[in-house]
């Protein structure tokens, strides 16, 4: 409602605005105060046309333009441009104060006064860039969303793949903690149905599927991995896209994990009222992968996704070393 009310002040300062010009620039007009500017508009000929040019624009920015143009009825649409032409050109003459019709050299026209017909046009010109520029948006927007879902629909089968397969490595040792990472995998997989489709979730939902993620992870950890991990709460209400932070802490585990070779790994998060950071930071070790498995996956992914949604409101700063691999994520989320 806001937003719509927003909109309407717009257009009526736009409009204000536009239909004083001829007044501004009128050599008859008496003084230069608010009273002169708003005598001049009220004028009966300035007046309907005014209310012509009106409603000409709304017409074409809502019906004509959208039903004939974008719907290739292109005799339609010329008829009605001249049907138009030709009411203006009738409530012009008609208005025309007397004076006009026996005084040529003021430059007056079959159209009245030149600046008449130059907002004509104008308001032509202005209805139909508004309108493709408007449904230019639109499909733009689409196009996103679209790439937007798509994307989400690699991430998800990714993370699943990786937690059954963690899963898996309980159940093949017979460890008792597998029905534990069972119950764990089930609230995540809840979490992934309920909210996967929603353009924002509450960022302590996330948080809360991060934590499970991790302490589902921690159940196959050996001694060989020494965990450092600190995981903030929301105090703020926050909003974020869903499954956007926990492809940097997946990939922190799953490359930074060995049963042969000691490893470290941390993972921080923070947040402020301006919004959330991550950090992550593991030691590169040998890992045998799997044909079906795609290195950085869950990053270029959500890397493409950051830039979708929060461009220019977040900063990524991936480093990539001999040893070590590490990952900086700002995001404003107000």
């Known amino acids: 409602m806001k937003k719509r009310l927003v909109t309407i002040g717009v257009h009526v300062v736009l409009w204000l605005i536009f239909l004083m010009l001829p007044a501004l620039f009128n050599p008859r007009r008496q003084g230069f105060g608010i009273e002169a500017f708003v005598g001049d508009i009220l004028l009966p000929s300035r007046l309907i046309n005014s209310i012509l040019l009106i409603i000409i624009f709304y017409f074409n920015y809502l019906v004509a333009i959208p039903r004939l143009y974008f719907g290739r009825r292109y005799g339609l649409l010329f008829l009605w441009c001249i049907v138009g032409l030709g009411v203006f050109f009738v409530l012009n003459y008609i208005t025309m104060p007397a004076r006009f019709h026996t005084h040529r050299s003021e430059g007056v026209r079959?159209?009245?006064?030149?600046?008449?017909?130059?907002?004509?046009?104008?308001?032509?010109?202005?209805?139909?860039?508004?309108?493709?520029?408007?449904?230019?948006?639109?499909?733009?927007?689409?196009?996103?969303?679209?790439?937007?879902?798509?994307?989400?629909?690699?991430?998800?089968?990714?993370?699943?793949?990786?937690?059954?397969?963690?899963?898996?490595?309980?159940?093949?040792?017979?460890?008792?903690?597998?029905?534990?990472?069972?119950?764990?995998?089930?609230?995540?997989?809840?979490?992934?149905?309920?909210?996967?489709?929603?353009?924002?979730?509450?960022?302590?939902?996330?948080?809360?599927?991060?934590?499970?993620?991790i302490e589902l992870q921690m159940f196959r950890l050996t001694d060989k991995v020494k965990m450092k991990c600190s995981i903030a709460e929301d105090k703020y209400g926050h909003q974020i896209a869903p499954f956007l932070l926990i492809p940097f802490v997946e990939n922190a585990f799953k490359y930074g994990v060995s049963p042969e070779d000691d490893s470290d790994i941390l993972i921080e998060l923070v947040v402020t009222d301006g919004g959330v950071v991550l950090k992550t930071l593991n030691r590169k070790v040998q890992i045998k992968q799997g044909h079906d498995e795609h290195t950085g996956l869950g990053i270029s992914t959500t890397r493409r996704r950051l830039e979708l949604l929060y461009a220019g409101k977040y900063v990524l700063q991936v480093e990539d070393g001999e040893e070590d691999f590490s990952v900086l994520l700002n995001i404003q989320l107000v």
Request: some cysteine.
């Open 110 to 213: 079959l159209f009245g006064p030149s600046f008449n017909l130059f907002m004509f046009l104008v308001v032509y010109v202005a209805s139909y860039a508004a309108c493709i520029y408007d449904q230019w948006r639109k499909v733009k927007e689409e196009k996103l969303n679209a790439e937007i879902a798509f994307l989400k629909a690699q991430i998800n089968p990714h993370f699943l793949f990786n937690t059954l397969n963690s899963i898996y490595s309980l159940a093949i040792t017979g460890s008792d903690k597998t029905a534990d990472a069972v119950v764990k995998l089930s609230g995540m997989m809840r979490y992934a149905v309920s909210e996967s489709d929603r353009p924002m979730v509450s960022l302590e939902r996330e948080i809360a599927y991060l934590n499970n993620y």
